[in-house]
């Protein structure tokens, strides 16, 4: 339909662009000027329907810009094509002020602009029709030296009137934007007040009967206008999308936040709300990252709040400037994503608590067991028949392995030395027990349970790895604390060739690590050793 619509519309404009052509009695700069005005806007009409299908701005433009050759029907020689022509020959100006009243939306959203269109609608087909009965035998009218008469000048004045009213609209809609919306339409606004100014202009140079010089420059800084605007409304558009290609920089960034204000500043950038205010879900309220309440119940009037929710779950909520409920589709997008990465660190904090929980139950309950079955089974010894103590002492062996393995098993769920003690001291204790030399050198500061936790996994598996599969005879283990992240980083003179795509072991850190927002990566040259490299945020 809009391949359709688009040839018709070219097609219409070249045939009347040729008759004018023909028509037009002085082919001067004049009638060049005019003649790609239309095609301009039919030209980015057409771009935004086909990119914004949904947005009627481009239908609009594509309209106008056609409406622009119809004063060539007055050439055709044909008295009611003549008619046509004539009554309609303005009607271009008409359509482009519906344009700018219903940008950035595609629709009429406030009432003033809906009666203020309908009055321009009318008030031109009525005074241009009474014009052609009138004035319609002294010749044709348009952008051509044409009879004056007083209608004509009554519908300058009208067109002045319109130039005012619409001039002010804007000026308004700018005064009461935000910063961000102004940054979005400033190309628009722009371009239609400098239109409006040198329209006004011209029409007041006519009706006064300046000199024609002036009236020359006047028509020729209008055409330059016309040409343009379409293309003002074209890069609105433009922007408008590119700061919803931005949410997927979004995406991104949150990965690497380190903290609240970084998310905070993140969703500011993307909106471009330098206001934003996020507030977090603390269990009964919504706080700021400076641990301020955020007020959800009455904001102010250019004030919109937003709440993110999972499941109907609180998450989070967003104060945001009132003007982005004109972009529903960056706020929907900018949610989403914080909704993912909120989702995402919460599911990670509840396996890492859910974890404690069974290394805690596995050591109060079934460790106990067994040491209080090792216990029974010493005891037993001392008064049984001797043929029943080896038996006896069998038992109590196999309840203090069991005991040691069960131990071992409950570290790799959750190893609770970690959270008592801290990363490097677990992490050393561990190096006592490899079965290869471990050198250990890790900053001795604490750092969030989650962190630390990945960390001495990604440590453990990594000098399992080393081990079992490389044949290590030595393996290092090192850490740093560098710009809000936690690097740590375990090495190895092994074989080497390890693939992370051909184990479970590997993939499983990496997906561990990138739950909290870090990343994993892996260095292994056949022949040239082993090194694992985690980045961790722990602001």
Same mark, same amino acid.
């Given at each position: 339909m809009i391949i359709g619509a688009g040839a018709v519309a070219v097609s219409f404009s070249l045939w009347m662009t040729s008759v004018g052509w023909r028509g037009y009695p002085e082919r001067s700069w004049a009638y060049w000027l005019a003649t790609p005005v239309g095609l301009s806007f039919i030209a980015a009409g057409l771009t935004a329907w086909w990119r914004w299908p949904a947005n009627r701005l481009g239908p609009l433009m594509v309209a106008g810009g056609a409406a622009w050759y119809l004063t060539s029907l007055q050439d055709l020689g044909n008295p009611v094509l003549f008619a046509l022509g004539y009554w309609l020959t303005y009607l271009a100006l008409v359509v482009i002020t519906h344009a700018v009243l219903v940008y950035p939306e595609g629709r009429l959203t406030r009432r003033v602009d809906r009666w203020i269109l309908i009055a321009d609608y009318i008030a031109y087909l009525v005074l241009q029709g009474i014009r052609y009965f009138v004035d319609g035998r002294h010749g044709p009218v348009g952008p051509r030296p044409a009879p004056g008469s007083w209608l004509g000048d009554l519908i300058g004045l009208n067109g002045l009137l319109f130039c005012v009213i619409v001039g002010g609209l804007l000026v308004r809609r700018w005064l009461v934007a935000s910063p961000p919306a102004r940054r979005v339409h400033e190309p628009v606004w722009f371009g239609v007040l400098v239109l409006d100014l040198v329209l006004l202009l011209g029409v007041l140079a006519s009706l006064l009967k300046l000199p024609a010089t002036l009236q020359s420059i006047l028509i020729l800084g209008y055409g330059l206008c016309l040409v343009a605007l379409p293309f003002a409304f074209l890069s609105g558009l433009i922007r408008i999308r590119?700061?919803?290609?931005?949410?997927?920089?979004?995406?991104?960034?949150?990965?690497?936040?380190?903290?609240?204000?970084?998310?905070?500043?993140?969703?500011?950038?993307?909106?471009?709300?330098?206001?934003?205010?996020?507030?977090?879900?603390?269990?009964?309220?919504?706080?700021?990252?400076?641990?301020?309440?955020?007020?959800?119940?009455?904001?102010?009037?250019? &004030?919109?709040?937003?709440?993110?929710?999972?499941? $109907? !779950?609180? #998450? =989070?909520?967003? +104060?945001?400037?009132? /003007? @982005?409920?004109?972009?529903?589709?960056?706020?929907?997008?900018?949610?989403?994503?914080?909704?993912?990465?909120?989702?995402?660190?919460?599911?990670?904090?509840?396996?890492?608590?859910?974890?404690?929980?069974?290394?805690?139950?596995?050591?109060?309950?079934?460790?106990?067991?067994?040491?209080?079955?090792?216990?029974?089974?010493?005891?037993?010894?001392?008064?049984?028949?001797?043929?029943?103590?080896?038996?006896?002492?069998?038992?109590?062996?196999?309840?203090?392995?069991?005991?040691?393995?069960?131990?071992?098993?409950? &570290?790799?769920?959750?190893?609770?030395?970690?959270? $008592? !003690?801290? #990363? =490097?001291?677990? +992490?050393?204790?561990? /190096? @006592?027990?490899?079965?290869?030399?471990?050198?250990v050198d890790l900053p001795a500061g604490r750092y969030p349970a989650p962190v630390e936790i990945t960390a001495f996994f990604v440590v453990s598996e990594a000098v399992v790895n080393a081990v079992r599969h490389a044949g290590a005879g030595e393996v290092s283990v090192s850490g740093r604390e560098c710009s809000g992240r936690l690097v740590v980083e375990v090495s190895d003179a092994g074989c080497g060739g390890a693939d992370p795509r051909r184990g479970t072991g590997l993939r499983g850190l990496r997906d561990r690590v990138a739950a909290l927002g870090g990343t994993l990566t892996v260095r292994s040259v056949p022949g040239q050793g082993t090194r694992v490299r985690a980045e961790l945020p722990c602001g």
């Open positions: 590119l700061a919803r290609l931005r949410v997927a920089d979004l995406v991104v960034e949150l990965e690497r936040a380190t903290d609240p204000a970084q998310v905070r500043d993140l969703l500011a950038w993307v909106l471009s709300d330098p206001t934003l205010t996020v507030g977090f879900w603390s269990g009964a309220e919504y706080v700021d990252p400076a641990g301020r309440l955020v007020a959800v119940t009455a904001p102010a009037a250019d &004030r919109t709040v937003r709440r993110v929710e999972l499941d $109907e !779950r609180p #998450l =989070a909520v967003l +104060v945001h400037d009132s /003007a @982005l409920a004109d972009q529903p589709a960056l706020t929907d997008a900018a949610v989403a994503a914080l909704r993912l990465a909120l989702a995402r660190a919460g599911a990670a904090r509840a396996a890492l608590e859910e974890r404690r929980k069974i290394e805690r139950n596995l050591h109060d309950g079934v460790q106990q067991r067994l040491l209080r079955l090792s216990w029974l089974a010493k005891q037993a010894r001392t008064i049984a028949a001797p043929d029943v103590v080896p038996v006896l002492e069998e038992l109590a062996s196999e309840a203090r392995d069991t005991f040691v393995e069960l131990r071992e098993v409950a &570290r790799g769920i959750h190893p609770s030395l970690v959270t $008592e !003690r801290g #990363l =490097a001291e677990a +992490v050393e204790e561990y /190096a @006592l027990r490899a079965p290869v030399p471990v050198r």
